[in-house]
């Protein structure tokens, strides 16, 4: 593989991010969560988590990734999820009595997109409505998470797969999946 210069890596990921962000928007705008579209992702500006994403960006997947492989560890994840609540990993908290808490719906509705954006800017025109679900399937055996938001995300996937994203991604239809397995949190 060709080693990219630092300039097409810097762009390259500026673009990534930039789109990713207009994406989840986009997403977060169609089911309510105006605050949360605008505000999300911010943090990946962050010194600690943008030039750790130049420095193991590759264009077809999370430079995440890369850096956990490089090192075993990814310090722009560690940064990144720990300040931003629409990650499951937010709220673990391994010496509370509740590991794995509840996400409030907002975060849950905000994830759903993200995970959304996420595989469609990544796959690009290779993206379809069952692409997050076998992503989905092959992630969650690595997810340490809430069994009743675990459920939510399968269930809500699932229907992308059958009936396409604009038919499950509703305000109504989030709502009522967080109710169903999570009542009135």
Request: glycine share 6%; net charge positive; charged share 30%.
């Amino acid at each position: 593989m060709e080693k990219m210069s630092f300039l097409k890596r810097f762009w390259g990921h500026s673009l990534t991010i930039n789109k990713h962000r207009l994406e989840v928007m986009r997403l977060c705008f169609k089911c309510g969560l105006i605050k949360q579209g605008l505000m999300h992702d911010l943090s990946k500006y962050s010194f600690i988590e943008f030039f750790s994403g130049v420095k193991y960006y590759q264009g077809y997947r999370s430079p995440i990734d890369a850096e956990k492989e490089d090192k075993g560890y990814s310090l722009g994840w560690l940064h990144h999820k720990g300040r931003n609540k629409h990650h499951s990993e937010y709220w673990i908290d391994l010496t509370a009595n509740e590991k794995t808490p509840i996400m409030p719906y907002k975060y849950v509705a905000e994830m759903l997109c993200d995970k959304m954006a996420a595989g469609m800017i990544y796959q690009g025109k290779n993206w379809n409505k069952e692409y997050q679900l076998e992503y989905w399937k092959k992630e969650r055996e690595q997810t340490l998470i809430n069994e009743k938001i675990e459920k939510i995300i399968t269930e809500f996937l699932t229907q992308v797969s059958i009936d396409g994203l604009d038919k499950a991604l509703t305000r109504k239809n989030l709502k009522y999946l967080y109710k169903k397995y999570c009542g009135n949190s």
